[in-house]
């Protein structure tokens, strides 16, 4: 397993962008896939994002946050970003970075990841 820490949430206006980052500890990040979940007051954990292999190139995405959210790792910093444009009010929740090694077809399950970060507060505010 690794050690991850969220930054980089806070309180925005509708519209605004913010950038969430999660680093790891350990030598071996880049073999991981790296996911964001979030989860809203009241709802359940529910999948936001998901950079799959090392390179980044296998990404995917809810529907609620596709062309506005980017996932994206910088392996040499044992990073992951979620850029968030065009926030909406339905994305305040609390973000967590979650990350496991041979995530494949369930890649959206949050039972499949076996690390995850403390979270961080986005609120969107209309």
């Known amino acids: 397993q690794v050690q991850l820490v969220e930054s980089g949430g806070g309180l925005v206006q509708a519209g605004a962008s913010l950038r969430l980052s999660c680093v790891a500890s350990?030598?071996?990040?880049?073999?991981?896939?790296m996911g964001w979940f979030r989860q809203a007051p009241g709802k359940e954990r529910e999948f936001v994002a998901t950079?799959?292999?090392?390179?980044?190139?296998?990404?995917y995405y809810a529907d609620s946050v596709k062309g506005r959210f980017t996932i994206s790792r910088d392996n040499a910093k044992n990073t992951v970003y979620l850029q968030m444009n065009s926030l909406k009010p339905e994305d305040t929740a609390v973000y967590y970075c979650?990350?496991?090694?041979?995530?494949?077809?369930?890649?959206?399950?949050?039972?499949?990841?076996?690390?995850w970060g403390q979270g961080t507060q986005v609120t969107v505010s209309s």
């Open positions: 350990g030598r071996t990040f880049s073999t991981y896939a």
């Open positions: 950079a799959i292999n090392w390179s980044g190139g296998r990404t």
């Open positions: 979650a990350a496991d090694l041979g995530i494949n077809s369930g890649y959206s399950r949050s039972e499949e990841y076996k690390s």
